[in-house]
């Protein structure tokens, strides 16, 4: 069964940057479009990023030029570099394998001063 586990959530000041991974197993990675999804409290999930199998990446208004995805196939992982963060930003974030169903269970991601 196909596995994907978040990490590096955490606090973080207004302005501040994170950097969260998700590796993905029993999958056949290099082949996939990944994407990053995330929930804040009492709000439905949004979409946030994805990035091809070629790399070619995508963001949700709300991150463009603040968050930046990446993958690195040899390690079947794909990231989320997270910068200029706002109290906003406060969720759930989670990584998935569009069209597939596959979901971690997420890294929380807390931004307040």
């Known amino acids: 069964q196909v596995q994907l586990v978040e990490s590096g959530g955490g606090l973080v000041q207004p302005g501040g940057s994170v950097r969260l991974s998700c590796v993905a197993s029993?999958?056949?990675?290099?082949?996939?479009?990944m994407a990053w999804y995330r929930q804040a409290p009492g709000r439905q999930r949004e979409w946030v990023a994805s990035?091809?199998?070629?790399?070619?990446?995508n963001y949700a208004d709300s991150v463009k030029g603040r968050f930046t995805i990446s993958r690195d196939n040899a390690k079947n992982t794909v990231y989320l570099q997270l910068n200029s963060l706002k109290p906003g930003d406060t969720a759930v974030y989670c990584c998935?394998?569009?069209?597939?169903?596959?979901w971690g269970q997420g890294t929380q991601v807390a931004v307040s001063s």
């Open positions: 029993r999958l056949n990675f290099s082949f996939y479009t």
């Open positions: 998935s394998v569009p069209g597939q169903d596959y």
């Open positions: 990035i091809s199998s070629g790399s070619s990446t």
